[in-house]
Each structure stands twice: as structure tokens, then as C-alpha cells.
């Protein structure tokens, strides 16, 4: 099996982007990944995307994508896994350049959410939750994150505020990343100003949704021995319906694909030197920084509060952003995500730069935790 | 690179299966695919699917799916590339164990769509076909194929009913088979009083959509040294719009998986016993023919004419009923063709069976041809 190295990035800022469609979006990025890179011709093209068959009416993104980016004719096709799509096609490009069959492979996240009224989107995300046991309850994919929230309060003793440096972080950082779609620093006051979505989730607990696209360029490793490394790879899955699970606040497929990811590294949670976590909402910033090992159970909101996770902390996470204030375009977040630590591990991070950067975590979470893609990046 | 063999089989039966959810269908298949290959743990899962997430509101059926199957944990995503999301999901499955990640991984295509109204069903269809430049002018998915067939009957000279043969082999064959949606025999009059659906495409040039769950279990080949063994696998793009392409009346990326797959099994046309063929339409039939080498450009309904295409014939396709006998539960079909075209193989198609089949092939066409997944298999 081949190690695997990323060459190319590509970003388009997360927008509301009105004027733009989604074949659009997803071509501006891979072609910035193919211009990074150098590369003018592709082996095979992987595109995540969550919400494009009812949100777009646009089924079939694989050789639609591979068309506009002139790459027509190319293998190509669309993985879902909700809001874990793109790092799932992250991970598909990396078999396909593992497996010895490609050379040279895309893996494009997009999503382009503002077409529709509100309605359908809400309708559309709850399809990351279980249809015929959450959402017939008429529960929203942010009612289902309050569930967990209140939750992890009740059980180890934290009220709402207690989840302030989560938010604060991501948009001190989001400021210095001029792709994240919020740009300003807020105070502890601004948080705690914050309405409320759904209570406990206060409108600085919950990301934004917007339209997006990232893309990586992957190459064998051996034909670009300098490049950013994939040293782990790995995806676990878990029940949809957050009932069926033996705890309800631990990401039980977090965990095991860590694990995994991490033996394939050989390193541990002591050598990761940033984490690009899935903080759709604050709640799951905290569970994953206990399943990957930062914190014990329970702590991870402590973690935040002692400042762990800010730069320059022991853990420093959503160091571009994170989903909060770079934005959660669903379907495209995992490439956001390795894209970033991709920028950070070349030193290309700008003001968000994080000194000292050799290897970093990235973890992508489909649903309440039912699909999740960790990935860890290593400097040559 | 390893070589993989398919070493389960699981089918349920093409139906409109008001009373089975979508998950339910997919364990189904999933299960007897285990069951056959005598397996009771997987390590991975891809899920061929078009249009859960709009019909069934249900997204990420990967972790549902591998979650009920009882295999929950295990690495699983969805694929779609339209109607030929199935053959996507075996491809994937194809690399996961040729990439030396995995040892049992399971394939499985499912499709669930009698929940909704006729409307809906047919905004989702067309979702195949380009939203911007097709969908957006009101055609119909049914529309676009007419289109392709008054264009080859002009070009090439033929009549409505010179297609009969498609179906009256897909009928007659499809009577054999337990899991298809008509098991009845037609004649030359049936076909000829077939209404028409969007003239040329009448009842009878059409495939009729339906729930169903396909699944196939892949292991390496050295495991099963006796299994069917992939031999060729390969998938290629072409452009959504038909309009774009250089020629509306040749599937060019059926012409380019072809030769691959052919490359890679180290065979020709000539070696083929029998072809699963992608006949949602007659004209993608004998479209398919021609690419694939069994019949000159324009040809392919001569073939067909000639009986050809008839079990005893040069190149038997649609053995088990087809697409138009079979049914076409879009999303799960590239699993359904593979399945039969496996059981042919094992000589396990029963009434269905031809005679000395060594080689098959089953090609899988996402659209009106965007993309195309051609499998080669092979008994040992």
C-alpha cells in the first residue's frame, strides 16, 4: 500500500454566495489545487457533497464537476456522508492513490446551501440524523445537539457560559483567515449576549451554514518526498440515532478511528501539535477533545476554559476558524478542515499561523457523531 | 495491487415494497450476501444509493445501514453517480481491498421509491441530467432518452418497433428469474401496442423503477482462490448535457471503461459470454453494444434483430431480465447487473442460466451516459 502525499490546495472563501452555483464553486477550488500543485491533468476526482440532489436538483456531481474542471472523461463520482462527506472523500482519493491505480487525484468538498428558503435546508440537514427514529419527531439537527448539550451540563456540572472559549477561539482565529466567512474577534460579552437557537445552544454555540468549496491534490508519496504527508487515515461509524448509543456523550466512532489513525502515524494525543476538530457546535468541539485524548471525559469543556485550545495552547483547535467562524458549508468542511492543517503543517497559515507545526489532526463528523473521518497530517 | 473475488451474493426481489423501509432493504441484501459467503464480519461497507436523501429524507446510509446490518463501527460510506451509483459503491469496494486496507467488504446498492408520488420521483430522476442546461427546460429524464433514440433512428434509418427485440428477450429471460418485477414472457403484438411514454419510448423501450437491494461480498483473491474474480474494473465521465457531447449517439465513456476493463482482464469482445447491459432504455442497449465492440456504430439494433442478443446468441445481455424485466431501482441496479452476471458464473442462475459462461461483462450508466462503471469477471 502506497503512502500518499497532498500537493495542492484550494480554497474559495465561505460565502453566502449567491451568484455563484455549485459546479462553479467546486471547479474554482480544484482548479486552485491543480495550479498549487502544477498538475494540468487528473487520474480521478472524489467529490463530497451532502445536500446537492434536493438542494440543487443537481444529481451526479462526480462527472459533472470533472466536465467543468476540463477534465471530462476522468473516473469520478459523489460520496455522502452527511456532514462528513468531504473528509469520506478525502479518504476514497487516498485508496484510490494507495491502491497503485492513480497517480494524481482531486478531492473536491462543496456545498452550496443558499438557494433555497430556510425550510428546506432544515429539512435537508436533518437528513444526518435518523429519519424514522429522531427526525419523525419532528426534532431539528440542532434540537438534537441541545439534547446532547444539556446533557454533558447536567451530567458533569457546567452551565452555558461554561462553553464561552469555544467560540471566542474560533473567531479570534476566523479573523485571520480570509476564506473564514466571519471575520471579527468577539468578546466574552458578545457571547453571553448570544440568543438563543435552541436552547442550550446559543446562536455562539452552533456554526454557520454557507456555501463552499475546498480541494486537496494527492499524489504517491514518493513522487513528492518534501511534500505534507496523510500518515493516518481512518473512518468508524456509529449509531445515527443518538438513543441506540451506550453513552450519549462519547463519540464512540471519534474514538476508534483515532486510534486507528493514530497507530497508522505512530504517534498519540502528546505529539499532535493542532487539531482541526468538527466544532459544528461547541458540544462537539468538547466530545471530540475527550474521545481523541485531549481530555478525560467530561474536561473537555475545562480544557477550553484553562486555554489549551488556543494558539500557543497545549492543543490549539479550529485554528483557521473552525466550522464556527470559517463557516460550515456541510458537505465541503473536511476538505476546509485538512486543507487548513495542510496550510498550517507548509507554513502557509498567514496570521493564523501556529508556530511549530509538524504533525496535526483533522476530524470530520457526520451527523451527532454517526460517521467520522480522522485524518493525521504530517511535515516532511 | 490485489485482485478481489466476489465470494457473496445477496438479492432481494425487485418490487414495490410499500411494507420495507430503506434500511430494511439494504440489511436484506446485505445479509444474505454475508450469509451466502459465510461471513459474519465485515470490515468495511459502501452503499450505492440516488435518491434517499430526497425521497426517503434519510442521509448517511452508510453508518445506518452498517449500523443495523450489526456491523456497527465499521468504516462505511454512501455513493452516487445518478443510476449508476451501485456500480460506484462496487468500484469503491474494488479499491478498498486491492488497496490492501480491508479483507471483507461489502457492496450493496438499494433503492426505496414508491414512498413518494409520481411527482417527486421524476424531479429526482432528472436530477441525473444537467440542472442548468437539461432539467432547467423542462425535459424529463423519459424526454432526454427519446431525444438520443429519434436522433439514432434518423441517422441510421430504423422504426419504433425495430427495438422490439430488447424487450422481448428482457421479458422472456426476466420470466426466470425469481427477483425480477415482471416474470411474464411478451410477443412482437404486446410490444407493438405498448403506448408510448415520450414517443419513441414506449412502454416497452422503457425500464420500470422499483424498490430493491443488491449486494455483493468482496474479499482478496488469494482468500478464494475459486470464487469469481474481478478481472477488470474501471469507471469513466463524460459530460452531463447531452448537447455537449461530440457525438449524442456515442457513449464515449462507455467506449473508454470498457477498453480499460478489457485491458485489465486481458480480453476482447470476442471473449465475452454475456453482457449485463444497461438497458433502462432500448437505445442505451444498443448504444452500449456498439461502445463495447459487439456491434458496429449504428448496428446495435441489427444485432438485436438477429437475435444476438438472445441466450444461445454471440452476446447474450439482459440474461436475467435486464433493467426492463428485472426492474430499475435506480441507485441499487449496478449492484443487481453484477450480482446476476456473478450467479451466471457459479451456475447459479437456475432457469436463467446460459450455457459455458467463462466471461462476463456488466456495465452500469449513470444518466444519459456521464458515467459509466464496466466490471469484467471471470470464473476461475
Chains 1, 2 share one sequence.
Not at 33 to 57: F, P
Not at 210 to 232: I, N
Request: aromatic content about 6%; hydrophobic content about 45%; overall charge negative.
Amino acid at each position: 500500500m502506497r503512502q500518499v502525499a497532498i500537493v495542492g490546495v484550494g480554497l474559495v472563501p465561505v460565502r453566502e454566495h449567491w451568484e455563484i452555483s455549485i459546479r462553479d464553486l467546486a471547479v474554482e477550488a480544484g482548479r486552485a489545487a491543480m495550479e498549487d500543485a502544477g498538475v494540468e491533468k487528473i487520474d480521478a476526482l472524489y467529490v463530497g457533497n451532502m445536500t446537492s440532489g434536493s438542494i440543487n436538483q443537481q444529481r451526479q456531481l462526480g462527472a459533472l464537476v470533472a466536465d467543468f474542471l476540463g477534465q471530462r472523461g476522468v473516473e469520478a463520482v459523489r460520496m455522502e456522508a452527511a456532514c462528513g462527506s468531504a473528509g469520506s472523500a478525502m479518504r476514497q482519493g487516498i485508496l484510490a492513490v494507495a491502491s497503485g491505480d492513480y497517480d494524481a487525484v482531486l478531492a473536491i468538498g462543496v456545498e452550496k446551501m443558499t438557494e433555497t428558503p430556510g425550510a428546506d435546508t432544515t429539512t435537508a440537514l436533518v437528513g444526518a440524523a435518523d429519519a424514522e427514529y429522531e427526525a419523525i419527531h419532528g426534532v431539528s439537527f440542532v434540537g438534537l445537539n441541545a439534547l446532547i448539550m444539556r446533557r454533558y451540563m447536567h451530567e458533569y456540572g457546567y452551565q452555558q457560559q461554561d462553553f464561552a472559549p469555544f467560540a471566542i477561539n474560533a473567531h479570534a482565529n476566523g479573523a485571520h483567515n480570509p476564506y473564514a466567512m466571519f471575520r471579527k474577534a468577539i468578546t466574552r460579552e458578545t457571547y453571553e449576549r448570544g440568543r438563543m437557537v435552541s436552547e442550550p445552544v446559543s446562536l455562539f454555540d452552533a456554526s454557520p451554514i454557507g456555501d463552499g468549496a475546498a480541494a486537496l491534490l494527492l499524489v504517491p508519496a514518493e513522487k513528492a518526498p518534501r511534500a505534507v504527508r496523510v500518515a493516518g487515515s481512518a473512518v468508524a461509524t456509529d449509531t445515527l440515532s443518538i438513543h441506540d448509543r451506550k453513552d450519549p456523550l462519547w463519540l464512540q466512532a471519534a474514538e476508534d478511528s483515532v486510534r486507528r489513525a493514530y497507530a497508522q502515524a505512530g504517534v498519540g494525543p502528546d505529539d499532535i501539535d493542532l487539531f482541526e476538530a468538527h466544532d459544528a457546535f461547541s458540544i462537539m468541539a468538547a466530545l471530540s477533545l475527550e474521545a481523541c485524548g485531549f481530555a478525560e471525559r467530561g474536561q473537555g469543556v475545562r480544557l477550553a476554559q484553562e486555554e489549551a485550545i488556543m494558539p500557543g495552547g497545549r492543543i490549539p483547535i479550529s485554528t483557521m476558524g473552525g466550522l464556527k467562524a470559517r463557516g460550515h458549508p456541510v458537505g465541503a468542511t473536511g476538505l476546509y478542515q485538512l486543507a487548513e492543517a495542510t496550510l498550517q503543517l507548509r507554513g502557509d497559515a498567514g496570521d493564523a499561523q501556529i508556530d511549530g507545526v509538524r504533525t496535526a489532526l483533522a476530524q470530520n463528523i457526520g451527523g451527532s457523531g454517526a460517521t467520522i473521518v480522522t485524518h493525521v497530517l504530517q511535515r516532511q
